[in-house]
């Protein structure tokens, strides 16, 4: 329910009494199940993810694929996944050879910085029908070698999941030591972190059992010597002790308070949005599931990255002229727990809001999916009216925030 004031603020504002031309709305969002590191989805490239998620998409809105004029798709770990891995996704969804491709690597930003763009690309006027998501198949991350091997010797493998994706090349360790450095910073200790991480389990637990992802996932069907097998749920939240998390070692630092529980996973997925202007789907009777309000990306110093969201998502509130109090929930993204409760003590959000079926600790982080996943998620979340945001963190010290309304 929106407080007086803010139903005051929105009012005097255009999109809140009638949708303006150009408004970018959501009219499909989709998303494959997470699979686990070698797990259920490894046979499947990261493109192939992200057709299978747009294919749902397609299918949920009965939006024909020949007049989509443009794709935005989020990959981060490139090497070994072919040419133009966004334009891999748009051909094999069925969108028209003339439509647009572009992959976006925002790090673990890039899933929602695609949906930003595909908004912008709607509100200038410029295109009126988009596609955004983002996809990631970390068991298929190659390794590397040099190209100019040394003449006699020894030479070194390096692992493309660590060196393009998980790695911190400012400070040159992993992105885990940042997650120490903010801990000690904003007085987080480990045991808050252990019952984040705990709450984290139980909510996707509460949700997969609730059903609450049914209407976002796309079956992904595995071919198999033995037949097809069609995995339709996430894998990753069934894989918890405990009883355990507490006596975990840390994993990055001697002593320290990060470890493999309260940390994300290394996983699988693709999650696809189709976006499109308030006139173009009044114009072909499709209804829109919610609008794009505002967005923001933030920049802070590399090492207190997990910080950033508390930067990205004051100024995309700022912008649609919303306080905290007037988000029903926030989704962001759990690369460590820490990050969740730098967040909540920072921006004074209530735990119950943020993350309600679970974050990426339990459901998982497919790097270059996550932005997009937890706006599908968010999408699907919200009744009517309400007002959602999500944030999330990205390598190199910077973040991004977008908050949509549910129609």
Known sequence: MLSTRAFA??????????????????????RTP??????????????????VALKHAFEQSKVDPAIVEEIYFGNVVQAGVGQSPARQVALGAGMKTSSDATT??????????????????????????VVAGGMESMSNAPF?????APLFGKFETKDSLETDGLWDVYNNFAMGNCGEF????????????????????????RAWKEGAFNAE???????GKKGDTVVKEDEEYKKVIFDKVPSLKSAFRQGGSITAANSSNINDGASALILMSAAKAKELG?????????????????????????????????????????????EINEAFSVV??????????????????????????????????????????????????????NGGGAASALVIQKL
């Open 217 to 223: 996932i796309a079956p992904v069907t595995v071919k």
């Open 34 to 51: 997470v699979g686990s590191l070698n797990g259920a989805l490894k046979s499947f490239s990261a493109p192939q993810l992200g057709v």
């Open 340 to 393: 969740v409760r730098i967040a909540e003590q920072v921006l004074q959000i209530d735990p119950a809001k943020v993350n309600v079926n679970g974050g990426a600790v339990a459901l998982g982080h497919a790097i270059g999916n996550s932005g997009a996943r937890i706006i599908v998620s968010l999408v699907h979340g919200l009744k009517t009216g309400e007002y959602g945001a999500a944030g999330i963190c």
């Open 286 to 330: 499709v209804k829109p599931l919610a609008k794009v309000v505002s967005y923001a990306d933030a920049g802070v110093e590399p090492i207190d990255f997990p910080a950033a969201p508390t930067v990205a998502l004051p100024k995309a509130l700022e912008r649609a002229h919303l306080t905290v109090n007037d988000i029903a929930r926030f």
């Open 104 to 129: 976006i690597n925002k790090v673990c930003a890039s899933g929602m910085k695609t949906i930003m763009l595909a908004a912008q690309s709607i509100e200038s006027g410029y295109k009126s029908v």
């Open 9 to 30: 603020r929105l009012s005097s504002r255009p999109f809140s009494r009638a949708m303006s031309t150009h408004e970018a709305v959501i009219v499909a969002a989709s």
């Open 144 to 148: 590397l070698l040099p190209r100019t």
């Open 182 to 205: 903010a801990a000690e910073k904003y007085g987080i200790s480990r045991e808050s972190m252990d019952a984040h991480a705990i709450e984290s389990y139980k909510r996707a637990d």
